[in-house]
Each structure stands twice: as structure tokens, then as C-alpha cells.
């Protein structure tokens, strides 16, 4: 199931530089140490123009400390076969229960450290909240619901090209084009013992999409290519999710690729707006858990592994604005809110 799908981003950012983020005072966009202390932050974060996609790549200097809080909401509500839509009384011919709407909450706690002014590190938790809506075969509607810790997130972005940092580390030069490659993992904190009340029975495991995490350690990887002029921006991404091995109940999430693409506009030093263009295609889970598996009558698509892999276009536009704090020029926050909605989809 997958249907119109709003997201809506907000950022909360804590920005502090330590001593040594210094720069080559020979270049306009790098100011040095002194120059930082004398900048607003909004001009300080430009050297950081935030972008905001799945892993928010971007580097930080060395010791510089931020934290981020993101907040996602997203609903489903249609059946797709294949790239065409399908109604609950085409699911309900083969299944004896059918999903009808799903909503999605999501809490996102980001803090970030700059271990070389190339290297940074980002630890991402998150926080999920599940509720999905069905019909039986007999017309009768009941809902289930899911909440806790999902899978925590830790990811390296290293800065391959646009960055020159002398060899004490002292001066940087940044160019309007850089290229950055991304890595890591998950930890796999999010639950797949998710339980809940159906007419089948009570306290049963629930199918796939209401669980919280995948069960395994997952490889995170990714290269971003970023280009900032002086009003347009434009950036290009590829993400990869791969599990490694099954988890305690034998299986594994399908593995998950996506290609973002993303310009924006810089209306002033503090806001601007962007367009983004996302391509994903993820696939089908390996094995099954035996908790959820279908007997010889199927009740229901979701807890079919073979049926979870898919391909989606989402187009949606953003817009981004910062708030310099009055009492320190070393703090501020960043705001952004963002909607997309799928133009394509085709589902298993």
C-alpha cells in the first residue's frame, strides 16, 4: 500500500565552533577565525548551506558541534497492483483483510561532531509512531498501532573534493562545487516484536509495515555532489540500504536505493526555497518470520515478504529559513518545512 504521501520537515539546529575552525582569510567564502567571531550565524551557516534529504550530507570543521531534531509525518492511503491503483474490493477478492490507510510519525534526533574538518560523524535516533486501518472480508474495520525506538542510525560523511585543508589542519579553502562520499551503519534498536489486537486474535505479531525495525545490522552508503552559486544551489545524491545477514526471526528487509536530485533559491542570507525530484526503488523482504507467515487461506498482503518490493518518483518543494539567536552569534535554529507526493509508483 502506498498512497499521496505528505512530508513535513522541522529543523532545529545548535551550531558551536571550536578555536581551531580557522580558513584561509585568502578566499571570500572561508572567512578566518577572527572574521567568524565578528559574523551573524546566518552568515557562518552559509558555509553549511543545509540541505534536506535522507542523511543531510554535509561536512562540519573540525570540533564543530551541531544538533539537529527533524519531525516527519506521513499518510498512505490507496492500493496499488502493479502502477495501477486498485480498490479495497480488488484486495478483499484474494486476501480476507485489506489495509486502507496508514499514517506514519517520525521523531529524529541528530547529534553531530566534526573529527577533522573533512570527516564528520552523525549519530541519528529515532522515534516511531505506527497506525494502519483495515476491512474484512465481512465489512468489519479495526485498526492497529505500534510505537518506540526505531533503528539508530550512524553515518561518516568525508569530504572528497571542494575542500583543501592545510597540513596543520589550520586553513581551509572551499570551493562552490564538492563532491562527498557517505558511510555507516544501523543498530538495530527498533522492535520487530510488535504486537497487537485483530479479529484473528489478541497480543498477535503484526505484519511487516507496523514493525519498528529491521532486526539486523544495515550497510548505509552514499556520494553527493553539491554546487552553490550565488543565488541557485543544486545537488545530486545516491543512498544505499543493505541489510547483513537475517535477523532473529530469519529474515530480512529488502534492500533500499535513491536518487535524489534538489535546486533551491536563495531568497536572502536567512531563507530560501527548493525543488526535489526523488527516484527509490527498494526490494522484496528475504524469508519470512514464521510468527506472520501465511497459512494455505491468505488473510492479508502485508505479511507477504514477497510482496514488499516497489519503485516510486516524488516530486516536492521546500522552504528553508533561519533564526539567528539575539544573544549569542554562536547559536541559532533553522526551520524548514517540506511536501512531497508521489507522480509515479508501481508496486508488487
Known sequence: MRGTSLIIFTIFSFLVYSDRSTADSNNSDVPSNDDIMEMDLSEILE????????????????????FRYMFMTMGMDSLYSGSKKASPEDALDEFMVTPLQMNTTKHMFMPMYGITNKLSVMVMLNYL?????????????????????GDTEVIFDYAVTGLE??????????SDQRVIISGGWTLPTGSIDERGDTPAGTDLVLPFPMQLGSGTVDLLFGATYLSDFKKFGLSVEFLGRIPVGK????????NKYELWLETDYKFNENSSAAALLKMSAWDDYSGFDPR?????????????????AGESVDLGARYNHFFPSASSKEKGFRLFAEFSTPIYQRQD
Open 247 to 254: 535477523n532473529s526471526q530469519d529474515y530480512s528487509v529488502g
Open 47 to 66: 558555509l553549511h548551506f543545509l540541505k534536506g534529504n535522507a542523511l543531510q550530507t554535509h561536512v562540519h570543521r573540525k570540533g564543530e558541534f551541531m
Open 165 to 174: 585543508v592545510s597540513d596543520d589542519e589550520e586553513n581551509i579553502r572551499l
Open 292 to 308: 506472520v507467515v501465511p497459512t494455505a487461506m491468505p488473510t492479508i498482503a502485508t505479511k507477504r515478504p514477497d510482496l514488499r
Open 129 to 149: 509512531e505506527k497506525s494502519m486501518k483495515h476491512r474484512t472480508r465481512m465489512g468489519a474495520e479495526f485498526e492497529t498501532k505500534s510505537s518506540g525506538l
